[in-house]
């Protein structure tokens, strides 16, 4: 055994950058932990503006390849959700920083220390309420949306409005969807379900469209034909 002090490498994320959210501000505790329990500072890691859910990052990927490298013995976080967002995930990544020697502290989350077995049960238990929390959210948001459609109410993205007039000209003067999108400034996905809706797709057998010209019976003929 030697009297070295541990060496703790800090990891820090935020999901988005100028909405309230400061990695400095993670940081800050981590260091004043570190200070408080007399940990030597091996390495600062961040992720700014990447999400949790996101299993590779430039800094924790980083991180784990420093830890693989033996450069410190304990790994500090501020929040569980900052290093992973899942269950399986948080336990992967537990499993290698223990293969490698490396624990994992959490300051915000009381008891969360693998460096003993009561603080492993802890993160594993905390893990899955956090994981089971947004399952419950995610299925409360799916019900709603479900319960707005059946009264007939729109969800998801805002419908295009387009007013088909213009199209129907371009139409009527020869013109194809995809001339006619790019004009109207909508994609040709767009601009065919809204004829189709408005019952204008597909045109009548006698309107000619140059966007199928191989089946056109409106094709003129050559005199010799």
Not at 78 to 107: C, E, M, P, Q
Not at 109 to 121: E, L, Q, S, W
Request: proline content about 5%.
């Amino acid at each position: 055994m030697t009297d070295r002090p541990l060496r703790a490498a800090l990891y820090a994320r935020i999901s988005t950058t100028n909405h309230g959210q400061d990695v400095g501000l993670q940081l800050d505790e981590l260091r004043q932990v570190a200070a408080q329990r007399g940990w030597e500072v091996a390495g600062e890691f961040v992720d700014e503006g990447i999400s949790g859910a996101k299993d590779s990052r430039p800094g924790l990927d980083r991180m784990l390849d420093h830890a693989r490298q033996g450069r410190f013995d304990v790994v500090a976080i501020w929040k569980l959700d900052r290093l992973a967002r899942s269950v399986a995930h948080l336990l992967h990544l537990v499993d290698s920083l223990n293969a490698w020697g490396v624990g994992l502290i959490s300051v915000r989350d009381a008891h969360v220390d693998t460096t003993t077995p009561a603080g492993r049960f802890s993160l594993q238990i905390l893990g899955a309420v956090a994981e089971l929390e947004r399952s419950l959210i995610r299925e409360r948001v799916i019900a709603g949306v479900r319960r707005a459609q059946a009264a007939g109410k729109h969800c998801g993205r805002p419908k295009v409005e387009l007013d088909l007039r213009p199209a129907l000209a371009m139409i009527e003067q020869g013109h194809g969807l995809k001339t006619i999108a790019k004009a109207l400034g909508v994609s040709r996905a767009t601009l065919r379900r809204r004829l189709s809706e408005a019952g204008e797709w597909p045109r009548p057998a006698q309107g000619c469209w140059p966007e199928l010209r191989p089946l056109n019976p409106c094709e003129p003929r050559s005199p010799s034909g």
